[in-house]
C-alpha cells in the first residue's frame, strides 16, 4: 500500500492508472475508522481493480472549533486497517497541501444544504462541497463511495458532481451498525460506555417510526418520535425529519414520488450523533 502526501503525486499516479486503463474506485474519509469506513473500502476494492482512501481532517466542514480539536485521529491505525482491506493507495495530505491559501469556493446547493444539518450546522455543507471538489479534482477515480449514514451529505455532493458535471459515478453504501443498532461513527469513541450503551434506543425509535408509518399519519408519528426521544433524560434531540429522499423538504403525508426518509440529531453531551431510516424507497 502506498502513502502519498501531495495533490501532485497522486493526481500524476491516478491520470498514469487510468491510462493504462485500470478502474479506479475512491473513498473520502475523515480516518479514524471503523467497520462504517470499511464497508466502503471493500465495495470499492470488490467492484475496482484499485482503491484509493484519503484521509483527512476537513477543517472547513467544522462549524464548531472544539468540534475540529475533539475529532479522534488516529492515522497509524488508520492506515494499517486499510492495508489489511486492500486499499492500493492512501491519499493523506496536510492541511496546508488542501487549503494552501484561503478557499473562496462557494457553492449553492439550493434547499439542499438549508435543511436539517445545513440549519444547525451553517458552513457545513460548504466546507463539505470545497473538499470532495478538491479531492475529485486530486484523485479523477471512476467511482466514489459515500455512506447513507451522511444522508444528506449524499444528496449535497450528488448535487456538486451535477452542477459540475465531474465525470464520477457516486455509490451510495448502507449504514453499517455498532451490534446494538447505534449507526458506527468516529465520534462513538467519544462517548462513554454507559451513553453507547443507552444510545440504541436511536436505531429502536427510528427502526418504530418505520414500522408505525404503515398505520400512522407523518403527524402521529413525528409526536410520537419526539415524546419517545424525549425519554430519554441524558441525550438532547436536536431535530427529528421526516423528509423527501430527493428535495430533503419535510413531508405532510406519505404521498411522494421520490422516497421518504426520517433523520435525526441527538447530543449525548456534547458529542453529536446522526442517524437516519429508509421509510420508502
Ligand atoms: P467520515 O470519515 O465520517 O467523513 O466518513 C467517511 C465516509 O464513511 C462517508 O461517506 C460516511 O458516510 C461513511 N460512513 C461513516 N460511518 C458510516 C457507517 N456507520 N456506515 C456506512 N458508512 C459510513
Not at 63 to 69: A, G, H, Q, V
Not at 134 to 151: H, Q, R, T
Not at 178 to 196: D, I, V, Y
Amino acid at each position: 500500500m502506498k502513502i502519498i502526501k501531495t495533490i501532485k503525486e497522486i493526481h500524476q499516479l491516478i491520470i498514469s492508472l487510468q491510462k493504462e486503463g485500470k478502474k479506479i474506485g475512491f473513498v473520502p474519509t475523515m480516518g479514524a475508522l471503523h467497520e462504517g469506513h470499511l464497508s466502503l473500502v471493500k465495495s470499492s476494492v470488490a467492484e475496482n481493480e484499485l482503491t484509493v482512501v484519503s484521509v483527512f481532517v476537513n477543517p472547513t466542514q467544522f462549524n464548531n472549533k472544539k468540534d475540529l480539536e475533539k475529532y479522534p485521529r488516529n492515522f497509524e491505525q488508520d492506515f494499517s486497517l486499510l492495508s489489511q482491506n486492500a486499499c492500493d493507495i492512501v491519499f493523506a495530505p496536510s492541511d496546508n497541501e488542501m487549503y494552501p491559501e484561503k478557499d473562496k469556493r462557494i457553492f449553492d446547493f439550493g434547499n439542499l444544504d438549508k435543511v436539517m444539518e445545513g440549519k444547525h450546522r451553517p458552513g457545513h455543507f460548504n466546507g463539505v462541497g470545497q473538499i470532495v471538489s478538491k479531492l475529485f479534482e486530486a484523485v479523477p477515480a471512476n467511482s466514489a463511495y459515500f455512506g447513507l449514514k451522511d444522508f444528506q451529505q449524499l444528496a449535497v455532493i450528488q448535487e456538486m458532481v451535477r452542477q459540475l458535471k465531474i465525470d464520477i459515478k457516486i455509490v451510495p453504501c448502507p449504514i453499517i451498525r455498532e451490534e446494538n443498532g447505534l449507526a458506527m461513527s468516529s465520534r462513538n469513541e467519544l462517548l462513554t460506555k454507559e451513553q453507547r450503551d443507552e444510545a440504541s434506543f436511536i436505531f429502536e425509535t427510528l427502526s418504530e417510526i418505520k414500522k408505525l408509518s404503515a398505520t400512522k399519519s407523518v403527524e402521529e408519528i413525528e409526536a410520537w418520535g419526539l415524546a419517545k426521544i424525549k425519554e430519554y433524560k441524558n441525550f438532547n434531540l436536536e431535530y427529528l425529519e421526516i423528509v423527501d429522499n430527493k428535495t430533503l423538504n419535510t413531508v405532510t403525508n406519505w404521498q411522494t414520488g421520490n422516497g421518504i426518509s426520517a433523520c435525526v440529531a441527538i447530543f449525548a453531551g456534547e458529542v453529536r450523533l446522526i442517524d437516519n431510516i429508509q421509510i420508502k424507497d
